[in-house]
């Protein structure tokens, strides 16, 4: 099986930044997406980042672009999200995501593994 697991997540003011890392282990595979997603209480989970397996490719929500960016190290199974201009929306709890696949899609019912999660709170 696949662990993943997030860290990096705190409490942080309005205009801050935070690190979000995720590392995998255990039973591995070559050629896999990984993505950020976050769920606000009483909000749907949804999608915030991914990144192509090379890192070539990235793609974002609309809210975070600009101020997020992810990237990869192969090397290290880890990827990060680097959060920058937070706001108070951008409170959530934060959570890693692999897709064997390419990683294009939107949906979390499309990726295969997951985090426990890492919560991120910005104050005002």
């Known amino acids: 099986q696949v662990q993943v697991v997030e860290s990096g997540g705190g409490l942080v003011q309005a205009g801050g930044s935070l690190r979000l890392s995720c590392t995998t282990s255990?039973?591995?595979?070559?050629?896999?997406?990984m993505g950020w997603f976050r769920q606000a209480p009483g909000r749907e989970r949804e999608f915030v980042a991914a990144?192509?397996?090379?890192?070539?490719?990235?793609f974002y929500t609309d809210s975070v672009k600009g101020r997020f960016t992810i990237s990869r190290d192969n090397a290290m199974n880890t990827d990060y999200l680097q959060m920058n201009s937070l706001k108070p929306e951008d409170t959530a709890v934060y959570y890693c995501?692999?897709?064997?696949?390419?990683?294009?899609?939107?949906?979390?019912?499309?990726?295969?593994?997951w985090g426990q999660g890492t919560q991120v709170t910005v104050s005002s």
């Open positions: 995501a692999v897709d064997r696949g390419i990683g294009s899609s939107r949906s979390p019912l499309d990726w295969q593994y």
């Open positions: 255990g039973r591995t595979f070559s050629n896999y997406a």
């Open positions: 990144v192509s397996w090379s890192g070539g490719y990235s």
